[in-house]
């Protein structure tokens, strides 16, 4: 199967109704707290320190971090980037007192359709689930860094099979979701995520908490 025929299998969990019904608690809640030991308080902090007005935010089945980080009068310019149709309309949705842009788009490829720049970019829990080892999914940082204005973050996190400590329930449901193809971060470690950061940008920080690597990146000093 190619990479863009995983991208595409990896996604299509997010498009069942039950999946959509119940996302923000089965994974943002549950899941956090007992399988990643990474609570979704600890997601919400790191959305709040960097999110700004002008938001594009990537992997969209949940909006829970981006909805908590900032009051809706603050999302005027938001742009909502997913390669699930699905995932997008329920975010558009959602949000639409904030008339949202959705992008149909898989960060795999170069993004050649009209965006706006913008100054902050979150991409939450998406890089484990697309195909391929640090060395290939992180394109999705050079081509994400193209819509950013200068000194404009890129911040997110993504969950981590090496350089991180998992718990049994953890490590276990990692490797069903890695074998079902839902998850693609076998390989996935923290220094593969550190290349990646730092071969696209002047500063970057990652924190870990349980199996997450929170990340935040920009040409400029990260305050
Ligand atoms: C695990 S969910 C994360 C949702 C949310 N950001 C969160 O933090 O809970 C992954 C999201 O990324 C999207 N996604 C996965 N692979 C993608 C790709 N290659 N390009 C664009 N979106 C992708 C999925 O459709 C889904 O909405």
Redesign the pocket.
Known sequence: MDTDAR?KK??QV?SSRTMLAV?DFY??YFNNRFAWNCPREK?VSHYRRHVTDEHL?????????LQRALPASRLKNLQL????PD?LSKAADQLKHCQPKPIQ????HPFEGSAEPVTSI?????L????GQFPQKGV?FSHLKHLLRPGGVLF??TLLSIGVKRNLFGSLLMKAFNRMGIFNNSDDGLDGLRTALAQNFRHYRIEVQGAAALFSASDEALS
């Open positions: 991208a990896s996604v997010y996302y994974v943002t997601l935010e990537v992997g969209v089945v949940s909006t829970y971090y980037m997913d390669l699930n995932c788009h898989n960060v795999l979150g991409i939450n829990y998406v484990h689930v697309v195909p999705a997110g996190s």
